[in-house]
């Protein structure tokens, strides 16, 4: 027996070594990879990183929005963390019998607890095989690979449960209520020996320990990296989230070749390194595709698909630029594309000589994107998609000077005329003469009278062109007039905030455009501003800041909320109707902004509002973002069509929406459907404004 125990001590510190020294040779070749990219800088922010991580990662709140996946999840996850313990009892019960953890007196009660989360983990698998292959979720890959972790598990708590019923039968221990399993076990196979049972254990306990050292190699070459990369992907995401790094364009011309002049990400080593943390962290989940308005309405573009090739390009090109193996053991793996073309030779020449945009993502892929961030809300390990896309789109409009027809003259508008239309620049202002009992002055028109302002009113060019929009407007500048608000806007004067070149990739004109609206802030020491379009409003809350401008920032209904609150708005008519909303992406999602405009429908005498399935964080893109606003869309089916069939799935009478985007994209969909004779489509203002003014409006009827 001490000679058996000395060879199985040997054989374990080999095997065991060689596993853990090629779980750190991975783990390092894809730092390697990692570092091929552009430094990132870290703000800090510790509190706010560490709290996110113990709620996303330890709470696993985003796996919970899925509640069967999610538990399922957190047994895994909380099981696999408790059952190492067992691991490392089930060890020194191999390497020295008749040992175990030195627990005294906790002991049995440690070893049955062990039990309950073994059979819970099985239990989990089963469950995640059924989701899978039975059930077969079509955001879930099947296959083998899908699920040899599954495998690795289950064989890893079966194996615990054999051998603790063989030990004890080696041991010759009577059943106990501290291992019932392993009591059910022993009891089944009471007709072995002693030494037969001893022999069975050996082979359980390293069928246990390959399988657990099998996995620890399998984990950093496959889509279970995400087990070490998501929480340091948390960690490090974004503070603000959606917003996008500015590109600096001060070029010094004597370091850089002009063939070197690019901007955008045109090769995978121009991502930051906190980026390609993303692919790594990658689960393969499916949930960001899921949630995906371009891939739910037919469109090329897949969250999932975009992160798993950036992925697998930045491993394989990684090997051909630092030569290093991706996938061990070498030998075993010789003939894949990235141990080739570590060896470098033609392999590794073709591999670097890729195009990032065109080769291995399309710009179809790219175009699809709404930047809606429903990808990035689902994500339960906060990948940032959007970014990528934007990254990649700014290389291709700015270096390669691609893009969709349609957008181009909407840029080529904005850059001529400060909109999207083209329209005059001195017409900007006209939307005011649709109603001049409304006192909406511009500024220079209060200085002229010696009056001052405190919130400047940004009309945006929806507000101040689109016909519908111009309604949305005159009722938010009447309400501010009820309640005695000091407004200006900047009338012909105003621009565009210039979210729309940024999103389609021209950070140029966007800086452009930033640079000329901030000297006009500035020069009338604008401290707070107010807008009916929510992409203004997160562009000049959370973006404008790193070009040295801030400023209160306001979307107009959480102003109309404040006002009503404090009592200077007073909802009295009474409206009839049934009344569903419609969340912006970009006041929702990306500015957390989902109760104001709630709260003031709820305000209203005679308003029932009902929830669409898809609300808040889920809501649905209407389709007019990242750009799109300005294209047609020609690949499967229209998503603001979709998304008003969403709405009418709860039998409105009236739909509501706080952004003039959605508002043209919603009232588009009812008339797609055939419905907009019978269902109002309004912006929340528009509704308070109905409310208020009913005395009003009665008296002149």
Not at 53 to 82: A, E, N, P, R
Not at 169 to 196: D, K, N
Not at 597 to 613: A, F, N, T, W, Y
Request: charged letters at 25%; aromatic letters at 10%; proline letters at 3%.
């Amino acid at each position: 027996m001490d000679t058996f125990l000395i060879i199985n001590w040997i054989a374990f510190l080999v095997v065991t070594i060689y596993a853990i020294y090629l779980f750190a040779r991975v783990v390092t070749t894809r730092i390697a990879y990692i570092k091929l990219g552009k430094k990132s800088e870290f703000d800090g922010e510790l509190k706010l990183r560490l709290k996110r991580v113990g709620k996303i990662v330890f709470g696993q709140s985003k796996l919970l929005k899925d509640k069967k996946s999610g538990i399922i999840h957190v047994m895994m996850f909380y099981g696999f963390l408790l059952v190492q313990f067992g691991a490392i009892d089930m060890f020194i019960k191999g390497l020295s019998p008749g040992n175990h953890l030195p627990f005294g007196p906790f002991y049995p009660g440690f070893v049955f607890f062990q039990e309950l989360v073994t059979l819970m983990i099985l239990v989990a698998v089963v469950w995640a095989f059924y989701r899978r292959y039975m059930e077969k979720l079509v955001r879930l890959k099947r296959g083998f690979k899908a699920g040899i972790v599954l495998i690795f598990i289950g064989t890893l708590m079966l194996s615990v449960l054999f051998g603790n019923g063989m030990l004890m039968l080696w041991e010759e221990r009577a059943a106990a209520w501290t291992e019932p399993v392993a009591s059910l076990v022993a009891s089944a196979f009471s007709f072995l020996s002693p030494q037969a049972a001893m022999i069975l254990f050996f082979i359980a306990w390293w069928v246990h320990t390959v399988t657990l050292l099998a996995f620890l190699v399998y984990i950093p070459q496959s889509k279970h990296f995400h087990l070490l990369a998501a929480p340091v992907n948390v960690f490090l995401s974004k503070k603000v989230p959606g917003k996008l790094e500015k590109i600096d364009f001060d070029i010094d011309e004597d370091e850089e070749s002009e063939e070197e002049i690019a901007f955008g990400v045109g090769k995978v080593e121009d991502f930051k390194q906190f980026q390609m943390i993303d692919f790594y962290a990658c689960v393969e989940c499916g949930r960001c595709t899921d949630v995906c308005p371009a891939a739910g309405t037919g469109k090329m573009l897949s969250p999932m698909d975009i992160m798993i090739k950036l992925r697998d390009h930045l491993t394989e090109k990684g090997a051909a630029i630092t030569g290093k193996s991706p996938w061990v053991p070498s030998y075993a793996f010789s003939g894949t594309a990235g141990n080739v073309a570590s060896a470098g030779g033609e392999a590794a020449a073709t591999i670097e000589s890729m195009s990032l945009v065109g080769d291995v993502i399309t710009a179809e892929e790219l175009s699809g994107c709404t930047t809606c961030r429903n990808c990035e809300d689902a994500c339960p390990v906060n990948n940032e998609h959007v970014g990528t896309i934007i990254d990649l789109r700014r290389y291709l409009v700015m270096t390669e000077g691609k893009m969709d027809s349609d957008i181009q003259r909407a840029v080529q508008n904005i850059e001529r005329q400060g909109n999207p239309w083209g329209l005059s620049k001195k017409d900007r202002v006209k939307w005011r003469e649709d109603d001049e009992s409304v006192y909406i002055p511009t500024i220079k028109e209060l200085k002229k009278e010696g009056k001052d302002f405190e919130y400047l009113f940004w009309v945006s060019s929806m507000g101040a062109y689109d016909s519908r929009s111009q309604k949305i407007a005159l009722a938010f500048a009447k309400l501010m007039n009820q309640a005695g608000i000091d407004f200006a806007i900047l009338g012909n004067t105003e621009a565009n905030s210039g979210d729309t070149a940024r999103r389609i990739g021209n950070e140029f004109l966007f800086q452009e455009i930033a640079e000329k609206n901030i000297k006009q802030f500035e020069k009338y020491e604008v401290k707070k501003i107010v807008t009916i379009d929510p992409h203004a409003y997160n562009i000049f809350k959370n973006e404008y800041p790193d070009f040295g401008f801030e400023a209160e920032v306001y979307h107009h209904t959480q102003l109309l909320y404040d006002l009503i609150m404090e009592g200077n708005l007073q909802p009295k008519g009474q409206i009839n109707e049934c009344l569903t909303y419609h969340d912006s992406c970009y006041l929702g999602r990306y500015n957390g902004v989902y109760d104001p405009p709630r709260e003031i429908l709820k305000s209203i005498p005679g308003l029932e509002l009902v929830e669409m399935v898809r609300n808040r964080e889920n809501g649905m893109c209407c389709g007019a973002g990242g750009g799109l606003m300005w294209t047609e869309e020609t690949t499967g089916n229209r998503i603001n069509v979709a998304r008003t069939e969403q709405a009418l799935a709860v039998s409105p009478s009236m739909i509501s929406t706080g952004c003039p985007y959605c508002l043209t994209m919603i009232s588009d969909g009812t008339k797609a459907k055939e419905v907009d004779e019978d269902i109002s489509t309004l912006d929340v203002a528009e509704i308070l404004a109905i409310s208020v003014f009913a005395e009003e409006e009665a008296k002149t009827a």
